[in-house]
């Protein structure tokens, strides 16, 4: 495929449903991968760090979790087609591993959250397999033995579905060791999205999401968290963002 540049990463022009086929394709085949879903925070970090930017862009899937990402694209006169998140890819891949009968593990998240999110999942997609929960401590990467132990846990499982919900890049760079103990499974890197489908987390109502303002409710929700990085930091870089983007297609024409 050829990826739209846009934030500085590469985004592939894919809708939620060609995300799902194309997974579903590489595990018939017997063939692993991962996803990555850029927002703004991201492209930002990525921007400032080269093997932050590599680890986004190595990935087999990379897709806008951003509405400023998806407007950017536009702008630049090389739209996606819209935004793919990780709070949604969460359950439809879940229901493609219920069809398939590929059993999923789910890794991260707030105590509870992840046997939470994986009773919800199987509520709406009867018949899915959750072969494992786990949510480590925080900070438990920060020795070896930490890390090795969260691996072992996944790896024992044999899971063909990973849904990491431990932030970037923490998750990414988690997944990265991972694919090298499962290489024929697939893994999301997933933020919140264990916690919002366990309902332990809310997530923005969908009118707010489709007008990209799910920023907005989630800073109303934990403003003391999030305020300095949505305000001082991802805020001025997605206006630069967007306006370098409009700069550049004018120049173009």
């Known amino acids: 495929m050829t990826r739209v540049r846009v934030g500085g990463v590469g985004v592939d022009a ?3 449903d060609q995300v799902v086929q194309r997974v579903a394709a590489e595990l018939e085949a017997g063939r692993g991968g991962r996803i990555v879903t850029p927002n703004v925070d991201i492209c930002r970090a990525a921007a400032a760090d080269p093997a932050l ?7 087999d899937l990379v897709v806008s979790d951003g509405m400023p990402l998806v407007w950017a694209a536009r702008l630049l006169g090389t739209p996606v087609p819209g935004r793919v998140t990780g709070a949604d890819l969460i359950w439809s891949l879940s229901g493609l591993a219920a069809r398939r009968g590929w059993p999923v593990y789910l ?14 999942l199987t509520g709406r997609h009867p018949g899915l397999r959750v072969c494992g929960v ?15 132990l969260v691996r072992r846990k996944v790896a024992a499982a044999r899971p063909r579905l990973v849904f990491v919900g431990l932030g970037f890049p923490r998750q990414d760079r988690l997944i990265a060791d991972l694919r090298k103990d ?8 997933c933020g ?3 916690a919002f489908a ?16 799910e920023w907005a409710f989630r800073l109303g929700s934990e403003p003391r968290r999030l305020g300095r990085r949505y305000l001082a930091d991802d805020l001025p870089f997605a206006l630069r963002l967007l306006a370098g983007s409009l700069a ?4 173009s024409r």
Do not use: H
Request: glycine share 12%.
């Open 107 to 120: 890794l991260g998240g707030p105590p509870g959250a992840a046997r939470g999110a994986a009773a919800e």
């Open 182 to 189: 499962l290489p024929g499974a697939w893994f999301l890197g």
């Open 198 to 213: 366990a309902g332990t987390v809310a997530r923005a109502p969908e009118w707010m999401r489709r007008a990209g303002l």
């Open 53 to 59: 930017r590599e680890l986004v862009c190595s990935a």
């Open 134 to 148: 786990d949510a480590p401590p925080y900070r438990f990467d920060a020795t070896p033995e930490g890390s090795e």
């Open 248 to 251: 550049t297609r004018v120049r």
């Open 192 to 194: 919140a999205a264990i």
């Open 14 to 16: 894919l809708t939620e």
